[in-house]
Nanobody, 126 residues
Framework: QVQLVESGGGLVQAGGSLRLSCAKSGRTFSTYAMGWFRQAPGKEREFVAAISWSRGSTYYADSVKGRFTISRDNAWNTVYLQMSSLKPEDTAVYYC???????????????????WGQGTQVTVSS
């Protein structure tokens, strides 16, 4: 089993920044692609960003490209989502997820992720 714990959410004004963290524990020697998803009230969960295992290739939703950056620490135990130029429409619960795999690919669909964190609320005020 893999446990994921998100942190770093909060309330920020439009144009501000936040950095989310996702701490991974459990099967630390297994390989995983990591992703961030978000879900706003009344909407479906949507892909935000992902990073592959082997080369750390990154993928972004068009809505956050150029504003958000996904990264990981060298030990692969923590994944970050740096969010800048935040907009009210970025308001959502943000979830970290892990998908087993060792390739230079990270899934973009939530159904391809096996493990999920509990989520952290991000609220952007206008």
């Amino acid at each position: 089993q893999v446990q994921l714990v998100e942190s770093g959410g909060g309330l920020v004004q439009a144009g501000g920044s936040l950095r989310l963290s996702c701490a991974k524990s459990g099967r630390t020697f297994s390989t995983y692609a990591m992703g961030w998803f978000r879900q706003a009230p009344g909407k479906e969960r949507e892909f935000v960003a992902a990073i592959s295992w082997s080369r750390g290739s990154t993928y972004y939703a068009d809505s956050v490209k150029g504003r958000f950056t996904i990264s990981r620490d060298n030990a692969w135990n923590t994944v970050y989502l740096q969010m800048s130029s935040l907009k009210p429409e970025d308001t959502a619960v943000y979830y970290c997820a892990a998908a087993p795999g060792d390739s230079d690919y990270a899934p973009l669909r939530s159904r391809d992720y096996a493990y999920w964190g509990q989520g952290t609320q991000v609220t952007v005020s206008s």
